[in-house]
């Protein structure tokens, strides 16, 4: 059983790499070493330093801070909202203007935070900082704090583009804009974005809830639960490494290959014994996930004016009022 913990205000605010694409062969016997190359992250923007994962040079603290808003309270696992390729119009609306594809889903009952318009907000902050337009306006969605974030895709086949977010629980309207552009111009792994790439993108956001210590790193369950450790290195520095909730499931990985893979991204270099397993400190967390591809926020956009009765489309840029 897990002991929950929250993310709050007084964690250091450090970031990290989220997810990958690449599925290298991993050994699921107890003395596999995992991938063999190491996380390179940058001070405060710790990430994998190949193409799988995240691993961090940096700890993020968490404190023990209470939270309103649920963090740590009921919540639902990754999932909801992925868009097909990149069609020109995303079909049917409902009565809350969303294709019927990118309807919020519920989790355990309870609506889910995270939403279409948050997914728009960044391709927003994205289109504007690309083409030099004014940062849009101010949101509508709700602005409480959580740990988040941003992933972007590129291409039919969704290869990772960047990936980048924080365990310190972040106002949403301020974290979404700052990881955007965090996730798509300084993610060490690729250069900076390009208006030539947006037609091609997806963007995904995670809100990160139901953090839990627990005692057992095998005590979590395979695309249910997001993974962060915290380990001793060989040099006795304490290191750090996250997977979100989708991606051992993606990557077809058992608990002990997704421990290893993170112990590589995270810059372990010895080999991976069981007894060294044993020793690392892991926290469990669900996320709630959005995904939108740039021709669904496109008309997505241009859906939200018609219905508010206007005759044609105002531009992207200038869409909150």
């Not at 304490?238 to 989708?246: D, G, I």
């Amino acid at each position: 059983m897990g002991r929950k913990r929250c993310v709050g205000a007084d964690c250091s605010k450090m970031a990290a790499g989220c997810c990958g694409v690449k599925k290298p062969k991993l050994s699921g016997s107890p003395g596999s070493g995992g991938p063999g190359s190491a996380g390179s992250g940058m001070p405060g923007t710790g990430h994998c330093g190949s193409d799988l994962g995240i691993g961090s040079s940096s700890a993020v603290q968490a404190g023990n801070v209470s939270r309103p808003n649920g963090l740590g309270g009921p919540g639902s696992s990754c999932g909801g909202g992925s868009v097909n390729s990149m069609s020109p119009t995303p079909g049917s609306y409902g009565a809350n203007g969303l294709s019927s594809n990118l309807s919020p889903g519920l989790g355990g009952g309870r609506r889910m935070v995270v939403s279409a318009e948050m997914c728009c907000f960044c391709f927003d902050v994205l289109y504007c900082h690309l083409y030099g337009y004014q940062p849009p306006r101010t949101p509508r969605f709700t602005n409480d704090p959580y740990p988040l974030f941003v992933t972007w895709k590129t291409g039919r086949d969704k290869r990772l583009r960047g990936c980048i977010g924080t365990f310190s629980a972040m106002n949403l309207h301020s974290g979404l804009r700052e990881y955007t552009l965090t996730s798509a111009l300084k993610d060490s792994r690729f250069p900076p974005m390009t208006r030539d790439e947006l037609p091609r993108l997806f963007c995904s956001v995670s809100l990160l809830t139901n953090f839990e210590d627990v005692g057992d790193y095998l005590d979590w369950e395979v695309g249910v639960h997001g993974i962060r450790i915290e380990f001793i290195s060989e040099k006795g520095s304490k290191r750090t490494a996250t997977y979100l909730p989708e991606v051992a499931k993606e990557q077809g990985w058992d608990h002990i290959q997704t421990i290893d893979s993170l112990l590589r991204k995270g810059g372990y270099k010895a080999t991976i014994t069981n007894d060294f397993r044993k020793t690392i400190k892991l926290t469990r967390y669900h996320s709630e996930k959005m995904t939108m591809s740039y021709a669904e926020y496109i008309a997505h956009r241009q859906h939200q004016h018609y219905q508010n009765g206007m005759g044609h489309p105002l531009p992207i840029y200038n869409h909150y009022s």
